[in-house]
């Protein structure tokens, strides 16, 4: 059974930082990332990892959020720099396996002062 456990969000107040852990059982994957939805909005692509290495960011977090990932322990981190209030929503950890993608349940990241 695949599990994706996340943790690390909170209330934040503009400029500073959080980061966002995600670990993953059950499978093999091919990639991790992390995905938010705001209130009234739809789910979007914030970043995303492949076990090689190679990264994607949505243009409006590049240059203040980083994305690892640790192969050994199955799991994906995003550090968020610089935080704004218009990164207020929930992030979703999303895994890729040969077969389909597999979702968190997500965490709130409210940034507000």
């Known amino acids: 059974q695949v599990q994706l456990v996340e943790s690390g969000g909170g209330l934040v107040q503009p400029g500073e930082s959080l980061r966002l852990p995600c670990a993953a059982s059950?499978?093999?994957?091919?990639?991790m990332g992390w995905y938010r939805q705001a209130p009234g909005k739809e789910r979007d692509l914030v970043a995303i990892i492949t076990t090689s290495g190679r990264t994607n960011y949505a243009d409006s977090v590049k240059g203040r959020f980083t994305i690892s990932i640790n192969n050994a322990k199955n799991t994906v981190y995003l550090e968020m720099n610089s935080l704004k209030p218009e990164d207020t929503a929930v992030y979703y950890c999303?895994?890729?396996?040969?077969?389909?993608?597999?979702w968190g349940k997500g965490t709130l990241v409210t940034v507000s002062s």
């Open positions: 059950g499978s093999i994957f091919s990639a």
């Open positions: 999303n895994a890729k396996s040969t077969i389909r993608d597999y």
